[in-house]
């Protein structure tokens, strides 16, 4: 057994829901196995939760929530601040396990736990600066103002491709203001949470924390995720996946006047002008498409490129790609990993083919990789193609390592292609000339959640909201005032006066 399995208590066989300390026992013979896309070795196994442990999960967060919202909001702070400690602790075999489940470079899995970290860390501060406005009254001995309270019980549904990451923006955030959170992590990496739950229910122990305020259950889509995302009691979903789960999910909650945070598929494009330096240009084009081996929602999927330098451009990046190391990312001399199975694999050669057929060129790489060290059938050589904004394969998120060469010749031109996508999560320009910046940044410019200038359209700092436009879905985590998505806005109107005036001058003498 690998030595991070034992250090994070993670067992042979582990139960699929815990309302916080406690891990409630799930049915064995709904088991599930998980083993890894890096050499297939067995990771864990995991006895599903169903409809039983969904309502005790639902029961114990209900019951949670009535205390939880009481608590000063600093002393929640603290409870967040010292899980960010076990993270801290434990960074290294958590990031091992989210390498290992996930098949992310080790140095990324480790840097998915420092997110983690950083907003625990903003969470913190956020405590303290849980404010609202006060607002003139148009009525004499009045005062109005707007105050944030606690929404409820908030359903965090994340995907295998940020394992842990994506739960602590919603969890952390949430739990500061007063909210409970009921974790659904992806079927596909569900013992990196399963591994984060176990080290947080320490500070939770410790600490008191009533059984509820941090749950985690995973089973079956029709048996788990279908019924969160129906359940009046859950006021808020916070979705991260895929364009055709956030449709589900979005109408599911709409039906039910539910509110749902969606950060769902990205189609993003760097554009690459003639007076870009190169220098910055070439490794952070490089990075974005084949870190996580193209699968992030901010993954470059597109180069827009300035004619004049368009074949120098294409060589110099077959040149670096040339130069990948492809293998098992807990080398830490490895560059690409292994994607997260063979669907997957098989999905990014259905898009190549479906390339060539509408006219594009693949021009390197492609290939799914055999041989030794390569057995899962898991790793594929990242490609560069070329190909027309408008194909319709160009048009679709394939969360795979393809990048997209497409040629331009005026600004206009490229920034119409940047937008010319269903998607507007991520995008960046890469130039030096003043000009384009502030045009790619002005209302006529990118019409993305995330606009970069001279670095690459991954990587996004956990202080800024993060989320997307159009088919990204609309929602923000993370950062900033995002906040304000978890609690429930209140307009308070206070008479302090000896009469009883009525707003907009209506007269009501009785
Ligand atoms: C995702 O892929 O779902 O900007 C999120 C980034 C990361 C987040 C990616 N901070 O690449």
Known sequence: MQEFLHLLRLEPVNQGASTGVNWLTCDSSKQTTITSPVDGGLIGKINKAGAKEYDQVLATAEKAFQLWRVMPAPKRGEIV??????????????GQLVSYEMGKSLQEGMGEVQEMIDICDFSVGLSRQLYGLTIASERPNHRMM????????????????????????????????GDVVIWKPSHKTPLSAIATQNLIADVLKENNVPEGVFSLITGDTREISERITQDHRVPLISATGSTRMGKIVGKACAERFGRTILELGGNNAIILSQEADLKLALPAIVFGAVGTAGQRCTTTRRLIVHDSIYESIREKLVTAYSTLRIGNPLDENNHV???????????????????????????????VLSGKGYETGTYVRPAICEAKNDYPIVQEETFAPILYLIRYKTIDEAISYQNGVAQGLSSAIFTNNMREMEQFLSPVGSDCGIANVNIGTSGAEIGGAFGGEKET?????????????????????????STVPLAQGIKFDL
Not at 339 to 358: G, N
Not at 473 to 497: A, F
Request: glycine share 12%; hydrophobic share 40%; proline share 3%.
């Open 146 to 177: 707007e105050t944030w309270q606690p929404l409820g019980i908030v359903g965090v549904v994340t995907s295998f491709n940020f394992p842990v990451a994506v739960w602590a923006w919603n969890a952390m955030i949430a739990a500061v203001c």
């Open 337 to 367: 990993g292994p994607l997260i199975d063979k669907e997957a694999v098989h999905t990014m050669q259905e898009a190549l083919k479906k390339l060539k057929e509408q006219g594009g060129k693949v021009v390197f790489g492609g290939e």
């Open 81 to 94: 601040r010292q899980i960010g400690n076990v993270l801290r602790e434990n960074k290294r075999s958590l």
């Open 473 to 497: 879905g609309g929602g923000h985590e993370s950062g900033s005032d995002s906040w304000k998505m978890y609690m429930r806005r209140q307009t308070v109107t206070i008479n302090y006066g």
